[in-house]
């Protein structure tokens, strides 16, 4: 498992039962995981402290409970800054764990020692946008959410990287990706964080693991001759990362590297252990 170990203002700190219980910069939250089948005695005080608490609904959904919490507060990784808000089903707009592969990338954009054109879809508010702009690459930012852009557009002010070179585009993924390869545009590096299920302005059905391999297919051939990396995330369950490997493996073949899938985790640090939280497929140019 890779394990995203380096946050200094967020941690989990304990699960149980169904929920985490988190602490983001200097509040505590509780949130649902299905992950978290287990059910460990409830010792630390936070749990009977939080400032906000999402309970989830047996039909389906959920809603935020509030006792102090504002309707915005900052986070920060490194040099980045994020804008927290809890939001429906009980995001707060930032996925921590995804760190461990923003700090993998990063060294590889630095120690390239070349321009590096990246492009990230699904892209949501930024996380890996931001981190790979702030070691110098010019990254596509893409996502069909107007709201999620300008979230996102809002961490770059805050991370001092309102100048960055991004470009920013609210669109349909897939039809991005479609159009970049008839204009002929390449990229150096490729980021993807899809939909475990979604639909389509016009009702199309996204199902991850249906549709992703044609998208990687489709991705492929935005790559440039010397691509530097490949990274796809996964939180589909049953969706195992030796798939992600097989995938990347095969479509990546005719290019000089290594492909590596895992699960990707959170120390908890009441017990040491790690959450589980999903899975990364990487691959990489040798």
């Not at 992703?212 to 790559?223: G, M, T």
């Amino acid at each position: 498992m890779w394990i995203a170990k380096n946050w200094k203002e967020y941690e989990v700190i304990d699960c149980s039962n169904g929920e985490k219980l988190e602490r983001w910069g200097s509040y505590i939250l509780i949130r649902p995981d299905p992950q978290v089948i287990w059910d460990t005695p409830r010792t630390h005080r936070a749990w009977k402290h939080p400032n906000a608490h999402y309970h989830r609904s047996k039909k389906g959904g959920g809603e935020w409970e509030f006792f102090d919490l504002p309707q915005q507060w900052d986070l920060h990784y490194g040099s980045l800054t994020f804008h927290l808000k809890p939001f429906h089903f009980k995001h707060t707009g930032l996925f921590p764990e995804q760190a461990i592969n923003w700090d993998w990338f990063g060294a590889k954009i630095k120690d390239s020692r070349r321009p590096v054109k990246v492009l990230n879809l699904f892209a949501y508010t930024g996380g890996a946008t931001l981190s790979a702009a702030a070691v110098g690459a010019s990254v596509t930012h893409v996502d069909a959410s107007k709201g999620m852009v300008t979230w996102a557009r809002e961490n770059a002010v805050a991370s001092g990287l309102a100048d960055a070179p991004i470009r920013w585009i609210v669109d349909d993924c897939i039809k991005f990706v479609e159009r970049e390869i008839r204009r002929g545009n390449r990229y150096d590096a490729i980021i993807m964080d899809p939909p475990s299920y979604g639909r389509g302005p016009k009702g199309e059905t996204w199902k991850l693991e249906h549709n992703v391999h044609s998208l990687i297919k489709l991705c492929v051939q935005l790559l440039s001759n010397q691509p530097l990396f490949f990274l796809i995330n996964s939180y589909t369950t049953g969706l195992q990362p030796a798939v992600l490997a097989y995938m990347l493996g095969t479509e990546l073949k005719k290019f000089h590297g290594a492909t590596e899938a895992q699960e990707i985790g959170i120390p908890v640090s009441s017990n040491g252990l790690a959450l589980p939280c999903g899975a990364s497929g990487r691959w990489e140019a040798l």
